[in-house]
């Protein structure tokens, strides 16, 4: 079954650190460009960082670069997002999408909730 | 890129036309601009890809067009399971930012 699962969402406190994980099934992610996105409650959608297909390139969102590190896990076939430093605006939903030039963002995660409060 | 949408919200009754607007500050790159449909709680459904292909199991009452920095979808004739959310997003130039959405109920 293709699909992506997202974990490891939970409270923190701001200036703490948290590593979300987006589990690959049915596909190799290595095959595609793989992006993390996020939606604070109530709000629009906001892109976070992408990672290439060969993991060469990586590209931040400039509320995040510099706190937040993209990466994969190829024999774990699974997508990480650690987010330090973190902020009481980076409550959110995060997603993790895949990307192909073919089909775009066409496989979405169902999403896990960070909640940055003290 | 910024992207900005019109109208905010729309509102339409089943079976009329519905038309969105995105709109990019500059000219987005090989015209890569994506449309996604999203409802409470769920993740966003991918629609038009690139600006004009309808992504795979789409109805063909959803199209988008445009080039450049002026970009439409259009729904039609709207169905009560199209009432939601859209958003645009361009992926030609990092970052790969997303308009900040369209709101269409029902009238």
């Known amino acids: 079954q293709v699909e992506l699962v997202e974990s490891g969402g939970g409270v923190v406190q701001p200036g703490r650190s948290l590593r979300l994980s987006c589990a690959v099934s049915g596909f190799s992610s290595s095959e595609y460009g793989m992006h993390w996105v996020r939606q604070a409650p109530g709000k629009g959608l906001e892109w976070v960082a992408v990672?290439?297909?060969?993991?060469?390139?990586?590209y931040y969102g400039d509320s995040v670069k510099g706190r937040f590190t993209i990466s994969r896990d190829i024999p774990k076939n699974t997508l990480y997002l650690q987010m330090n430093s973190l902020r009481v605006e980076d409550t959110a939903v995060y997603y993790c999408a895949r990307f192909s030039w073919a089909d775009t963002f066409d496989l979405w995660g169902q999403g896990t909730m960070v909640t940055v409060s003290s | 890129i910024v992207l900005t949408q019109s109208p905010g919200t729309l509102s339409l009754s089943p079976g009329e036309r519905a038309t969105l607007s995105c709109r990019a500050s500059?000219?987005?790159?090989?015209?890569?601009l994506v449309w996604y449909q999203q409802k409470p709680g769920q993740a966003p459904k991918l629609l038009i890809r690139?600006?004009?292909g309808r992504a795979t199991g789409i109805p063909d009452r959803f199209s988008g067009s445009g080039s450049g920095t002026d970009f439409t979808l259009t729904i039609s004739r709207l169905e009560p399971e199209d009432f939601a959310v859209y958003y645009c997003?361009?992926?030609?130039?990092?970052?790969?930012?997303f308009g900040q959405g369209t709101k269409l109920e029902i009238k």
């Open positions: 500059q000219s987005v790159s090989s015209n890569y």
């Open positions: 997003q361009q992926y030609g130039s990092s970052p790969y930012t």
């Open positions: 990672i290439s297909d060969d993991g060469n390139i990586k």
């Open positions: 690139g600006p004009s």
